[in-house]
C-alpha cells in the first residue's frame, strides 16, 4: 500500500515511500513527487549492495552524495556505520531523509546521522 514501509529493514526497496506518500495524497495531489520522494533504482541497488556487504561500511564514516530520500544511507546505517551524512542540494529532502530514519527506526540507533545540502 502506498505510503507503507516495509518491516524487513534489511529490504531498501520500501524504503523512501513515506515522502512520496505524503507529498502525492496530502501535499499536492496534482503535481509529480519531487525527486528526492522517490527512491531511485540507483539508491536502491547500493543499498542492497551495502546490506548483503555489511563489512563495506560497518564502522566508517559515510557520505552519501545526492542522496535524495537517503535509501542508500540508511542502508549504510543499518549495516553497522558509525556515521552517514545523506547530502543533496535540496533541503526539504533531508526532511524525507530524516522522517524515513525515523519510520525505520535508524534514527535514535548508534549511527549519527546527518544531513547536509552544499552544493559539493
Known sequence: APGKVLKDRRSPRGWGRMGT???VERLRPELH?????????????VARYVLDNPECVAGKRVLDVGSGCGVAALAAAAAGAAEVTANDVDPLASVAFRANARLCGLS???????TAWENL
Open 108 to 114: 535514535d540507533g548508534p549511527c549519527v546521522l546527518r
Open 33 to 45: 513527487p519531487p525527486y528526492f520522494a522517490v527512491p531511485w533504482a540507483g539508491g536502491q541497488g
Open 21 to 23: 506518500s505524503v507529498w
